[in-house]
């Protein structure tokens, strides 16, 4: 059976529905080896983020689970632009609802499906409620989203047609996420945690395979915008398990990008500091990153300086100009997903360099 453990103290827990946190409050980790990634076990299953089941950590050759799945990943690889040859862009955003999110929320809810949960709770600024909402209608467990009246309107209305209770929250993003917490140990119910629950990166680790298939190598660097560092977590954990399979030499250099008004990991990592120290969140239009106190800050910090990586912060008008000169391209995406192509603008690459760009969240989804 498999187990959590504790990334402060070490203290292992059997997965079971309700434990999320461990008793020191330090996150959890789950407990396994190195997936051995056989590459010709792929064309086996679906031409979705299921491709890659093998490397997860679900019993192997059980029936206890099936996968819960509206066929999110596969997200097309395109040159940027014929000027630039070797930038690329990930187009995440066609995804069933318009986020990476799904990569994460579609393992995460087939893990509560295993384990026979009848409620979900989770707490967002938007994207990731969106996907739990979503997969959990699919499997038919209820939801509750806790989220900021300040929400984007039409986030909050796809969360209300997939049948979820919205519970909204005037307050900062720390407070919803206690809201969240302290519904989840009353009524002792799942926690749907994007943050906390480490099946979300087993979904978005996915990210990396895709991209190691796509261009039959690992890029050089990945340009992501971080928050709670979900997408950025699976980019690293991806990369770091075809390293130790041999198929890659070395992790891509993460180049992590957060709203300079929001910007606890940006300043934690100028400092050298371990544990990004909690800030205030002075306003951002990149509301999926404006993070003041992330959990996992220690985790994405050794993330991205493992891969020689760095921070950069982007100012508001920078996000602005970016959405525009993305959308003059083709490519219409959220101000969360504009907050990356700023720090591309100003990303100084080397000659041959293969950045990738994540297009993570549909423009369609804020104004
Ligand atoms: C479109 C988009 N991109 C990036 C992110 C950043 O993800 P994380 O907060 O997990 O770092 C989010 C988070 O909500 C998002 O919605
Ligand atoms: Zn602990």
């Not at 709770?121 to 209820?142: E, K, V, W």
């Not at 190691?212 to 954990?237: F, H, R, S």
């Amino acid at each position: 059976m498999k187990q959590f453990i504790c990334k402060s103290c070490g203290k292992t827990y059997d997965i079971t529905p309700t434990r999320w946190k461990c008793e020191c409050g330090g996150v959890l980790n789950i407990v396994k080896d190195t997936p051995i990634i056989d590459v010709t076990a792929w064309n086996n299953y679906p031409n979705s983020i299921w491709r890659y089941v093998e490397t997860m950590p679900f019993a192997k050759g059980s029936k206890t689970w099936e996968s819960v799945t509206m066929g999110e990943g596969q997200s097309a690889l395109i040159m940027l632009d014929p000027a630039e040859p070797t930038t690329y862009v990930k187009v995440d955003y066609m995804m069933p609802t318009l986020s990476f999110k799904d990569r994460g929320a579609a393992v995460l809810m087939t893990k509560a499906k295993e384990l026979g949960v009848s409620k979900v709770i989770a707490d967002s600024s938007g994207n990731a409620g969106t996907a739990i909402a979503a997969y959990a209608a699919r499997c038919h467990i209820a939801c509750d989203i806790y989220l900021s009246d300040q929400t984007s309107p039409k986030k909050i209305a796809q969360i209300k047609a997939h049948g979820a209770t919205i519970k909204e929250i005037r307050g900062t993003r720390e407070d919803i996420a206690a809201a969240a917490q302290k519904a989840v140990d009353e009524e002792h119910v799942f926690y749907a945690s994007h943050v906390y629950n480490p099946y979300f990166y087993e979904g978005t680790k996915t990210y990396a395979y895709e991209l190691y298939e796509q261009l039959k190598a690992a890029p050089d660097t990945i340009i992501v915008p971080v928050g709670n560092g979900t997408l950025l977590l699976g980019v690293y954990y991806g990369f770091k398990e075809l390293v130790e399979n041999g198929l890659i030499t070395n992790i891509p250099k993460i180049v992590a990008i957060q709203a300079k008004n929001c910007a606890p990991l940006a300043h934690a990592y100028r400092t050298g500091e371990e544990l990004a120290q909690p800030v205030t969140n002075s306003g951002t239009l990149a509301e999926g990153i404006a993070i003041a106190a992330p959990a996992r800050s220690q985790q994405i910090l050794e993330a991205v300086r493992h891969t020689n990586g760095t921070f950069m912060e982007i100012e508001e008008e920078e996000i602005v100009n970016a959405r525009a000169q993305l959308s003059a391209k083709g490519y219409y995406v959220e101000m969360t997903s504009a907050v990356n192509y700023a720090g591309y603008l100003k990303y100084k690459q080397a000659p041959g360099e293969k950045v990738i760009i994540p297009l993570c969240g549909a423009g369609i989804k804020s104004v």
